[in-house]
T-cell receptor
């Protein structure tokens, strides 16, 4: 069966520090991968999605970047965090040919102080 | 462009009562529609989906939703609420040409004993 792992689960970082959140998927190949951010009362905002290694689409201009160095690995990064980067970050995957049927990780809660 | 509007950020029902969570969408092409559920500090889980075919779709945990094209709606219902249904529910839309989901802002369901 397929599983998705996301870490760290919680993170407290000072403003201006770097960020790295990692997500891996097991039990499937060539998945579509996504990073969403969830702010309180504002639903989920799509940040990045990837349809293959090295292929990243950014949905909104921001302080964050994403990379996909391996087929089932998706990394969210920042060189210098802002207060506004605080939130709950969710990684998800979907199978090719099944648009919208996403499987989510457990999330990473980032607090920037 | 596509969008989703969830009417009511908070809904409270008594245990055993009908659950009705409202969702309206906007899409210039035939949509794929989804409902997801999120329990506190967890990722999202797919409840049900509409892609094509029968407009009344059944999901997990006794939930169902009906696609009404004329009303551009996809409301979620459950005949009898259970305490374990307390969670946040998200409606989402996608289309064949777009791999990523667009989510509504969510509805928090409370179930009173």
């Amino acid at each position: 069966s397929q599983t998705i792992h996301q870490w760290p689960a919680t993170l407290v970082q000072p403003v201006g520090s770097p960020l790295s959140l990692e997500c891996t998927v097991e039990g499937t190949s060539n998945p579509n991968l996504y990073w969403y951010r969830q702010a309180a009362g504002r639903g989920l905002q799509l940040l990045f999605y990837s349809v293959g290694i090295g292929q990243i689409s950014s949905e909104v201009p921001q302080n964050l970047s994403a990379s996909r160095p391996q087929d089932r690995q998706f990394i969210l990064s920042s060189k210098k965090l802002l207060l506004s980067d605080s939130g709950f970050y969710l990684c998800a995957w979907s199978a090719q040919g099944r648009p919208g049927e996403l499987f989510f990780g457990e999330g990473s809660r980032l607090t920037v102080l | 462009a596509q969008s989703v509007t969830q009417l009511g950020s908070h809904v409270s029902v008594s245990e055993g009562a009908l659950v009705l969570l409202r969702c309206n969408y906007s899409s210039s092409v035939p949509p794929y529609l989804f409902w997801y559920v999120q329990y506190p500090n967890q990722g999202l889980q797919l409840l049900l989906k509409y892609t094509t075919g029968a407009t009344l779709v059944k999901g997990i945990n006794g939930f169902e939703a009906e696609f009404k094209k004329s009303e551009t709606s996809f409301h979620l219902t459950k005949p009898s609420a259970h305490m374990s249904d307390a969670a946040e529910y998200f409606c989402a839309v996608s289309t064949t040409g777009r791999r990523a989901l667009t989510f509504g802002s969510g509805t928090r369901l409370q179930v009173q004993p």
